[in-house]
């Protein structure tokens, strides 16, 4: 009866290690991952980007690979993306219009622009 009782608590501590093991192993790679994300993609998670656009898909705007295959990453389109992105606009993709970011600097439009076009396939 009381080998019982030890193997329990044996069984019981080793079950508890692991699970603690187990969090730890997928906090660490959840950091691993957000180190790994450029800037760019930090910025446009902390915007409203993600109730309008997608990675790969359309959805109230164009995905970012379509956005991609559509301009030459250049000096050019890098600014005009930028602009864009700061004061909204329509009539490219179609009717619908971008809201403005008007709190959004240059530099953090420019990196934005920069990481989409990255995206070209
Ligand atoms: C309210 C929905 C909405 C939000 C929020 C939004 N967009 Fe857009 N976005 C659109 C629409 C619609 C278009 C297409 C505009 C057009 O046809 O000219 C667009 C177009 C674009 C384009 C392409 C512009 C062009 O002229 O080809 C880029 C780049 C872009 N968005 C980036 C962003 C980024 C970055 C954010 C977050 C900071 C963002 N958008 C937030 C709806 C949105």
């Given at each position: ?11 019981i501590i ?7 093991e187990n ?6 790679r959840?950091v ?37 295959n ?7 389109n ?12 329509s ?13 959004m600097?240059?530099?953090?439009a420019k990196?934005i622009a ?8």
């Amino acid at each position: 009866m009381k080998f019982n009782y030890l193997l329990l608590g044996i069984t019981i501590i080793t079950l508890s290690s692991f699970s603690k093991e187990n969090a730890e192993e997928k906090y660490t790679r959840k950091v691993d991952i957000v180190l790994q994300s450029s800037d760019g993609e930090k910025l446009i998670a902390k915007s409203d980007c993600i109730g309008c656009h997608k990675m790969d898909k359309k959805l109230i705007g164009p995905s970012y690979l379509e956005i991609a295959n559509k301009y030459a990453a250049n000096e050019k389109n890098i600014s005009y993306l930028s602009n864009k992105i700061i004061k909204g606009g329509s009539g490219v993709w179609g009717s619908i219009p971008m809201g403005a970011h008007a709190s959004m600097k240059k530099d953090e439009a420019k990196t934005i622009a920069k990481y989409i076009l990255s995206l070209k396939k």
